[in-house]
């Protein structure tokens, strides 16, 4: 009876004792899911294929891309956000998750409450373009001309609600001029800026480059911080006097909210170190990006003055989500 209760007293003070955390498993534990929410072929596919192969060939696990095209990038967007917070799934996104998310106003995710940022991958250098046929050579002309002759000039973009169509827009808010938008559904706006049937557009810098320097179109300013190395005689906005129109396309890694602070660092620190690879800045360097990396607050306060910017243009505009 007596050793009965002796060993009931040892069961019951085990069961009382505190049960030691089990070690969860090493990071990653299987292959890398990056989710690029656009077709494959595009920029920001590429710059996630640049980024998988690199961690592939750091990591023994692996990386893939995973495409997840459709409503601007909103579906495969929710995909992450709705994603198990363990590093294993990654979204790669741009300047359109914000623009997006000042579109449209029954996102199924919350641009910033859904995910934490990993890193700034890269930028791109917008540039205010004009037709040959337009009589203006500067921004400055470009902004007289249009006010003598209200809603008579043109502008194209890639599609509406698209960064290029934002950034146009802001530069009429910011200017008080009425420019006609004409909205494309493909790069088929190009060739209607070269044939001066459209008088501007803003575009990447490295998608018009061919065309200005085979003497096609005419390139008036930078939207970037610093002049163009490709063109250094192009003023920035701010040179050509407005200080308020600084816009870059921009690409960044995000991961699930509520995923380890251990993991998005280890993640962060992987980026940074290929972005400092010299193949990796020349084929960033041929896409006409510019590699940035540093830590994952960078990539939030992008993000958070990103969200302030744009909702201000859309409701100005009056754009709406097709």
């Not at 037709?131 to 000039?153: I, N, W």
Request: proline content about 8%.
């Amino acid at each position: 009876m007596t050793r009965s209760l002796s060993l009931f007293a040892v069961l019951l003070l085990c069961a009382l004792l505190p049960v030691p955390a089990v070690a969860q498993g090493a990071y990653p534990a299987r292959p890398i899911s990056i989710v690029v929410p656009y077709s494959p072929g595009t920029g920001i596919d590429i710059l996630g294929r640049v980024i998988a192969q690199k961690l592939s060939e750091r990591w023994n696990t692996g990386a893939v891309v995973d495409n997840k095209p459709g409503a601007s990038g909103n579906i495969g967007t929710e995909i992450v956000a709705k994603a198990a917070p363990d590093g294993h799934i990654l979204l790669m996104t741009a300047t359109t998750f914000a623009t997006s998310a000042a579109i449209n106003k029954n996102l199924r995710y919350d641009p910033v409450k859904s995910f934490v940022p990993v890193s700034l991958v890269a930028t791109g250098t917008m540039a205010f373009i004009a037709s040959l046929a337009t009589p203006a050579q500067t921004v400055q002309e470009f902004v007289s001309l249009a006010k003598s002759r209200p809603g008579a000039l043109n502008y194209a973009s890639n599609g509406n609600g698209t960064p290029q169509h934002l950034a146009m827009e802001l530069f009429k808010l910011d200017t008080g001029i009425d420019v006609t938008h004409i909205p494309y559904k493909s790069a088929g706006y190009i060739s209607d800026v070269v044939g001066g049937r459209v008088n501007a557009v803003i575009m990447p810098i490295h998608t018009a480059a061919p065309y200005l320097h085979s003497g096609k179109m005419k390139i008036l300013a930078v939207m970037s911080a610093e002049r163009s190395p490709v063109f250094p005689a192009v003023p920035t906005f701010a040179e050509a006097g407005f200080p308020n129109l600084q816009v870059d396309v921009w690409y960044g890694l995000l991961a699930p909210a509520g995923t380890p602070a251990d993991v998005t660092a280890r993640l962060n620190a992987e980026v940074n170190a290929m972005l400092a690879l010299p193949e990796v800045r020349e084929l960033l360097g041929r896409q006409g990006l510019n590699p940035v990396g540093g830590a994952p607050a960078r990539l939030a306060e992008t993000i958070r003055m990103e969200l302030e910017r744009w909702p201000r243009v859309v409701a100005n505009a009056g754009i709406k989500a097709d």
